[in-house]
């Protein structure tokens, strides 16, 4: 296995866009990561595509070489990867899989997702669609409701609180305010956080992600070959998948994901480096008891100890450990096919210093971790600078 | 019918088209005393982690459980 870089990177803003298809959301983020890898798409070997149901909200299929022909690639493979919320952490992994082996020298992973075409009602039936329909979507679950479950294991085994979770919507929204691609722009109170209408009891309307439209792109590249492309490449240090079962119930224990900690394991082993070698992180916060789970699972802090440690401002930009800079899926959006290459794009976006008003000292060596349904995939990727 | 203890609950406000009448309503993972869990819905009062529930039956391919009354004679 050799090493590999990213050589380029971009995205569309997050939100609500009427007049941008699927493809076009798409092609916007490709034609921006190949302009800052300095590369024309003919470069491109082969195009992995990560979507979540974009036959279900669009009714278009066939996805990989309906957006990469309209990138200006054609008789490349190009293939589309589904793995729930993680699909295109996991088709990034592919990716670079592709580029380590030697199969190929130079690749293009693009995330995407078009939501906001659907109703709120259709949206969250598309959604179920990654829990086990058989058993728990059958009996009334939603993805909030998988989520509320856990959370309240969560506040019943350790002590964790309303306002734990309310700081973790606070701080998010504090980053993405300063973040001009975040879809929901808004500084809130931990009061208004607190009183929002319940979803899924114990979660209310401030606890769950966002419903959006938006697409990421990033460009692999042997790592040797990097610097022939881009004058600030980043180094994959490691990445891993790992999964479990898709229904909730079938879990022996809730309040932690079997596949966090597994990808985690193996990703930190590829990596040679401990949790404590992390300087910041990208978590996957579809809802703000995912965010506490996901620190502990990534051993940032010890079992039940997430919702303290953001209570105390650990996580905060100025923390000893930040995480989602960004905004995170609570502010930024959550595009769910396109989330798990933003998280690597932001991750870029510090490590080459360009992350503006969100910039953070210790930038040297990032982490994101991109989870899909309740925990049956993981992928996490670290990165860091040449 | 199957007993167990409720090993988390949440009560669902927004659902999608087929459960809106049903709103609010309350799902739970139910660990049974037979070994498994099993996700369902409540009949009756709200219950808590850790109340002991009963099923009550099966409707629409859901099963429905509720709060064993304590004077019961059943399983510890």
Same mark, same amino acid.
């Given at each position: 296995?050799?090493?590999? @870089? ?73 293939? #589309? ?69 856990? @959370? ?72 040797? #070959?990097? #610097? ?8 994959? *240090? ?5 999964? +479990? ?7 022996? +224990?809730?309040?932690?994901?079997? @596949? ?12 040679? *480096?401990?949790?404590? +070698? ?50 995170? *899926? ?16 932001? *991750?870029?976006?510090?490590? #080459? ?34 | ?8 609950? %949440?009560?669902?406000?927004?659902? /999608? ?6 709103? /609010? ?11 498994? &869990?099993? %996700? ?22 859901? &099963? ?5 009354? &304590?004077?019961?004679?059943? /399983? /510890?």
């Amino acid at each position: 296995m050799r090493p590999v @870089a990213i050589i380029g990177a971009g995205k569309t803003p997050f939100g609500a866009f009427p007049d941008l298809d699927l493809r076009a959301l798409a092609v916007a983020a490709g034609e921006k990561a190949l302009h800052n890898a300095n590369l024309e798409p003919a470069a491109v070997e082969s195009f992995y595509l990560g979507n979540f149901a974009g036959p279900e909200f669009t009714a278009q299929n066939h996805l990989a070489p309906y957006i990469s022909t309209a990138l200006g690639m054609t008789g490349i493979p190009s293939t #589309r990867f589904e793995a729930a919320c993680a699909s295109s952490g996991a088709a990034f992994f592919q990716a670079f899989m592709g580029v380590a082996s030697g199969f190929y020298d130079v690749v293009m992973v693009v995330g995407v997702e078009k939501m906001t075409c659907q109703p709120t009602l259709r949206v969250t039936e598309i959604l179920a669609g990654a829990g086990d329909c058989a058993t728990e979507v059958k009996a009334g679950s939603t993805f909030p409701s998988l989520f509320a479950m856990i @959370a309240r294991r969560h506040m019943h085994d350790f002590g964790t609180t309303r306002a734990h979770l309310s700081a973790v919507a606070v701080k998010n929204h504090e980053n993405g305010a300063l973040n001009p691609d975040a879809q929901m722009r808004k500084v809130i109170t931990l009061e208004q956080a607190m009183n929002a209408r319940p979803i899924a009891e114990p979660l209310n309307l401030y606890d769950c992600s966002l419903i959006s439209d938006g697409a990421a792109a990033v460009v692999l590249c042997a790592a040797d #070959r990097a #610097r022939k492309f881009s004058e600030r490449p980043v180094k994959v *240090l490691g990445v891993a998948q790992a999964s +479990d079962w898709v229904a909730l119930d079938r879990k022996t +224990d809730i309040t932690t994901f079997a @596949a966090a900690r597994g990808a985690a394991k193996k990703a930190c082993e590829m990596a040679g *480096l401990g949790p404590g +070698d992390i300087q910041f992180a990208e978590l996957h916060d579809c809802f703000t008891i995912a965010e506490i789970v996901a620190m502990e699972d990534l051993g940032f802090v010890a079992r039940g100890r997430g919702g303290f440690f953001t209570a105390e401002g650990g996580t905060r930009r100025d923390g000893p450990m930040p995480i989602n800079a960004s905004g995170g *899926l609570k502010s930024k959006g959550h595009p769910v096919g396109a989330t798990g290459v933003a998280q690597i794009c932001d *991750l870029v976006q510090q490590i #080459r210093c360009e992350a503006g008003d969100r910039q953070l000292k210790r930038h040297s060596v990032g982490l994101a971790q991109n989870l899909g349904g309740s925990g049956a995939t993981c992928v996490v990727t670290i990165l860091g600078g040449f | 019918m199957r007993t167990g203890l409720v090993y988390t609950e %949440t009560v669902v406000h927004l659902a /999608p088209e087929r459960f809106a009448a049903d709103v /609010p309503y309350q799902v739970v993972i139910v660990k049974l005393d037979d070994g498994g &869990s099993i %996700t369902a819905r409540v009949d009756g009062e709200r219950v808590a982690i850790d109340d002991r529930v009963v099923e009550t039956g099966v409707r629409d391919g859901i &099963s429905f459980f509720r709060k064993q009354r &304590s004077n019961r004679i059943g /399983p /510890p």
